[in-house]
């Protein structure tokens, strides 16, 4: 679909891979799943932001969970949010998406846009476990001990505010 509107399509495999994507050269939009192994979506989407400051491009954040995380959904930094659905739906979707991004380029509306391919419900199950990943990130976050978290490479997947302020220190 992407190429098709004449746009090169770089892909990642998992947010790690994301981060790696975006520092090889500009880009123009940013399509993110919310759960991704290593990095996840509102890391990468975190990260886009920091890196890119004053080139801000549309990005649009994607999942099957946003409906179960609607209310935090402004925090997570996208312009755009999809909840995943039937192709053919999610096609015409991000086509007329498309479309409004190319015509009126610049930063998008402050209102917050969530596009839902069809009549989407909350999954019980689905926001227990957003809800309990979130409070195990909360009790990291929290914890009076540094901690970072590294992949076989050495790139950093995830560090706490504890950690991150002893490196600042050295």
Request: glycine share 8%; proline share 5%.
């Amino acid at each position: 679909l992407l190429e098709h509107r004449g746009y090169e399509v770089v892909n990642a495999y998992d947010g790690k891979d994301g981060v790696a994507r975006l520092e090889e050269g500009p880009v123009d939009v940013l399509f993110a799943d919310l759960i991704m192994p290593k990095i996840d979506g509102k890391q990468l989407i975190q990260y886009a932001r920091m890196k890119f400051r004053d080139n801000h491009f549309p990005i649009i954040a994607l999942s099957g969970t946003i409906i179960e995380q609607i209310e935090k959904i402004r925090q997570l930094g996208a312009d755009y949010f999809i909840a995943k659905g039937p192709l053919e739906k999610m096609g015409k979707e991000i086509n007329a998406l498309l479309d409004r991004i190319e015509s009126s380029p610049g930063a998008p509306s402050s209102e917050t846009d969530v596009i839902e391919p069809g009549v989407l419900f909350p999954r019980q199950e689905t926001a227990e476990l957003i809800e309990v990943l979130g409070f195990q990130k909360a009790i990291i976050d929290c914890l009076g001990v540094g901690i970072l978290v590294m992949d076989r490479d050495a790139r950093i997947i995830m560090v706490n505010p504890m950690a991150l302020a002893m490196v600042r220190q050295t």
